[in-house]
């Protein structure tokens, strides 16, 4: 989750469109909620990570980091 707030700040500080980083704040905002629940939702918090990588390629790093967490980045 950290990776994919850090590169929405780089986007905010690049100045990308608002719009844009509305509707990507909309898939991060998601994020807690499903670290927070009782059952495991790790499929669907990949899911949020695999939609943001699709719309922006910059948030990959943000699913490697999912994907290979013992991986020292």
């Known amino acids: 989750m950290n990776a994919a707030l850090v590169e929405l700040r780089r986007l905010a500080y690049q100045g ?12 991060v905002e998601y994020l807690p909620r499903l670290l927070a629940d009782a059952d495991d939702r790790t499929n669907d918090f990949r899911n949020v990570l695999v939609d943001l990588v699709a719309r922006r390629a910059e948030f990959q790093l943000a699913l490697d980091r999912f994907d290979h967490p013992s991986t020292p980045w």
Request: proline share 0%; no cysteine.
């Open 16 to 27: 990308v469109d608002g719009q844009v980083l509305a509707d990507l704040l909309d898939l």
